[in-house]
């Protein structure tokens, strides 16, 4: 990791966050083996644990390492764990919080093209009680579980709401296989509206209570929040921008319809124009060469961001929000997907608006649907005592 230059006042909080991430990314860990991995001083690394020790952002006990003694260092865990849970159609993300919505840990694992419901969740379970333990917490210590998917949700029945979008998935109860196994309450919702959540409460729209979300991974969706309330509709459907009809003569969806937006800007699709050139890619493969500099790639993910630009225009003149708000795999691309998405929004808005709609990047652009997710948990459930 990189060290933080500037002021002394700076370079102290940059120090402060470097100790920090590093307990995020790689769970409890002692102070030697905090200065190893963020390259500070040991000296340094105990003052800084000492403040943020008393600031209750971390929290140490004693312990042995190599039959010595040693200081763990973890973070302060407040009233209880929360955990997010989001499954994509190629990744495996969770993400702890606590009710202060400090980001205690992360733990993110690949999945294959097509995985199936029994063995993700199974996974996905193991890898809760992981993450938990890596922090030096116990199962216990959760107060509920939150589970976002990458597709339209029956928030009512827990499963998912169309038939076909994850497939192998239909009819499978998603909050029972958690409930059970970890004895605590469990919410169920899509991604984006999830990410919308996150946004809202902990990201870059704080503060502001209309807003449209769009997530833009393997497939594309949106969240939309109206005078500080998430839209669902009457079905859970609404938002579901990826399954608008983009061309009346395109391929198939999953959905059963034909032409859809997916079908257009879906991994699958945008992968295939490369597969000549470039091989067998994934999305992050495509974003990783795009940032590298490689001009196939920034050519995919610049078209790709128009059309999804022109379809949240349409969406954006039938709810009018303040802000719109892009996140997921393809915004970490930066400006070469925000640009041209942007652009592509504003050129179909009203050209005489006296306040145009701002399109910003996610404070979290892979992370806010499991912590949405983790953030539902705490809408549902009564905060315990302090």
């Known amino acids: 990791m990189a060290r933080a230059f500037g002021s002394q006042s700076s370079l ?19 102070q030697v083996e905090l200065a190893e ?44 764990l929360l955990v997010g849970v989001h499954i994509g159609e190629r990744e495996l993300l969770i993400d702890v919080i606590d009710y202060s919505k400090t980001i205690l840990a992360s733990h993110r694992l690949p999945l294959a093209f097509s995985h199936k419901a029994d063995t993700t969740i199974e ?16 199962p216990n210590e959760i107060k509920g579980v939150g589970l976002t998917v ?19 998935w239909d009819g499978i109860d998603l909050a029972g296989p958690f409930g059970t196994a970890l004895q605590v309450p469990v919410v169920v919702d899509n991604d984006a509206n999830a990410g919308a959540i996150c946004e809202f409460r902990m990201g870059a729209t ?29 079905t859970g459907l609404a938002g579901e921008i990826g399954h608008i009809q983009v061309d009346p003569l395109g391929s198939i969806c999953a959905c059963g319809n034909r032409g859809c937006l997916n079908t257009v800007v879906g991994e699958e699709r945008l992968i295939s124009l490369l597969s000549v050139t470039h091989g067998n890619m994934t999305l992050e493969d495509l974003v990783g060469s795009a940032l590298a500099g490689d001009p196939g790639c920034r050519r995919v993910i610049s078209d790709a961001a128009v ?39 504003q ?13 910003v990047s996610s404070q979290y652009p892979l992370d806010a649907p499991a912590l949405g997710a983790a953030l539902l948990v705490m809408d549902r459930e009564d905060r315990p005592p302090a």
């Open 12 to 30: 102290r909080e940059g120090n402060r966050a470097l100790i920090q991430e590093a307990i995020t990314r790689f769970g409890a860990m002692t």
């Open 37 to 80: 991995t963020t390259g500070l001083s040991t000296a340094t690394v105990s003052t800084l644990v000492r403040q943020l020790v008393d600031e209750r952002r971390l929290e140490t006990q004693n312990t042995i390492r190599n039959g010595r003694r040693a200081t763990l260092v973890a973070p302060a865990r407040k009233d209880g």
């Open 123 to 138: 996974r996905a379970i193991i890898l809760i009680n992981e993450t938990v333990h890596s922090i030096g917490a116990s």
């Open 150 to 168: 990458a597709a339209p949700v029956d928030s009512i029945r827990h499963v998912i709401a169309v038939p076909g979008i994850l497939p192998g």
């Open 206 to 234: 704080v503060g502001k209570g209309n807003f449209i979300y769009v997530d833009a991974s393997s497939g594309v969706g949106a969240g939309i929040m109206v005078n500080g309330s998430l839209m669902r509709g009457v």
């Open 307 to 345: 059309r999804i630009g022109t379809v949240t225009a349409d969406l954006c003149i039938s709810v009018d929000p303040e802000l719109v708000v892009v996140g997921g795999r393809l915004a970490t691309a930066g400006d070469m997907f925000l640009d041209p998405l942007a652009e592509a929004l």
């Open 347 to 359: 050129r179909l808005l009203f050209p005489n608006a006296l306040t145009p709609i701002q399109v």
